[in-house]
Each structure stands twice: as structure tokens, then as C-alpha cells.
């Protein structure tokens, strides 16, 4: 991420980097806790100028069963062992080649659930930014006709669950989600239950 813009229009000004640097950048704020003791400096999380913000990505697959629902799953120990357990949107990762969010979210569906994707029923829900880490998570909401099938792989521990996404959801109500994750269930619950949402 060069710089987060949110006016005229939502927007992110992005250049080519390396894993590591973002690791060296970002995730090793997050692996100090820099930012569990102070505060991030003003407008930080829109700028990207300096380090490697790479850029997540979250997709909520949700369902409506009496009320909306999404999928979720445990983390596995990987190269962030810190986050292992924490609970996160199922599929997910990095803004890679091909730089298109229906690419890379049609990526991570069948790497992670086995699943094709029907970008017809891909939603953008919003951006959020990460506080421990400062970087930019694009999230996105995928609408399916009923609870899908699927089977995680070994990013994430063997147990699917269920999340309700109720009207007025607040991260404070998701304590043992993963940041990102919990910003994304917000953001697709807040677009499901606007009048003005274009459901498919």
C-alpha cells in the first residue's frame, strides 16, 4: 500500500514488494506489540510510505438460515505462531499476481475450502486497517444460497463454525477473532442488513 485514499471514492494506490519485507515492516510491529503500548502516529494507517503495507484480503462467505450467517475457522501454528487458535474469515490471505480481488478471492476459496467461485455473488463490503500491524485489509463478502460444503486446509485447524452476522455486530462482541477477520464479519454484516444491499 502506498496510501489508503477514502474520498472521492474508496481506493488503494499500490506498488509491487517482497513477503519479507512486509514481515520485517508490519508483522514485526505486531510480533513487538509497538502498538498495544502507544498509539500509532496520526494517519499512519492510511500511508504506506516508508515500509511494505501488503495488503490482506478477507472473504465472508455468508448464507441467510434464519439470519445471516458466515464461516469461520480456528488458525493453525504457521509463520505467525502467535496467532494460532485465533479464530479467522474462511478464505483469506494476500493481494497477490493477479492483482484482482475476484482472482485472489477465487484463489483462496479453492485453496482453502476446495470451492469454486461465482464472482457474481462477490460483494466489497469496505477496507479496514490492522492496529498491531498498520496494514490494509480489502474485505469482501461472497453470497451463497445456502451453507457450502467445503473442507479446510492446513492453514486453519479441522473445525468449520458458524457465525452469526446480527444486525449492529461490533469487533468488541468477536474477542477470539483474528483482527482482520473480526473487521471483515463487521463490515459484511453491515452491508447484508442495509436496506440499499444489492443481495444476489
Do not use: K
Not at 505486531?30 to 498509539?39: F, I, K, Q, V, W
Not at 510510505?49 to 490482506?56: D, K, M, V, W
Not at 458458524?162 to 473480526?182: D, K, Q, S
Amino acid at each position: 500500500m502506498r496510501r489508503l485514499h477514502t474520498a472521492p471514492r474508496l481506493c488503494l494506490s499500490c506498488r509491487p514488494a517482497w513477503y519479507f519485507d512486509s514481515l520485517e515492516t508490519c508483522e514485526r510491529l505486531e510480533l513487538e506489540g509497538r502498538y498495544r503500548r502507544a498509539n500509532p502516529p496520526p494517519r499512519r494507517t492510511l500511508d504506506g510510505s516508508g515500509r511494505t503495507a501488503a495488503i490482506g484480503l478477507s472473504t465472508v462467505i455468508a448464507w441467510h438460515a434464519a439470519g445471516w450467517r458466515a464461516l469461520a475457522g480456528p488458525l493453525a501454528a504457521r509463520s505467525m505462531p502467535h496467532r494460532a487458535g485465533l479464530l479467522h474469515v474462511v478464505p483469506s490471505g494476500m493481494l497477490a499476481p493477479p492483482y484482482s480481488i475476484a482472482a485472489n478471492a477465487s484463489r483462496e476459496l479453492e485453496e482453502e475450502l476446495g470451492l469454486r467461485l461465482d464472482a457474481r455473488r462477490l460483494l466489497l463490503a469496505g477496507v479496514a486497517v490492522h492496529a498491531l500491524n498498520q496494514r490494509p485489509e480489502i474485505c469482501t463478502v461472497y453470497v451463497c444460497p445456502h451453507r457450502p460444503g467445503g473442507r479446510l486446509n492446513e492453514e486453519f485447524a479441522q473445525r468449520l463454525l458458524e457465525i452469526p452476522l446480527t444486525p449492529g455486530l461490533r469487533t468488541a462482541h468477536l474477542g477470539a477473532f483474528f483482527p482482520p477477520g473480526a473487521a471483515a464479519l463487521v463490515l459484511a454484516a453491515r452491508l447484508l442488513h442495509h436496506p440499499a444491499c444489492p443481495v444476489i
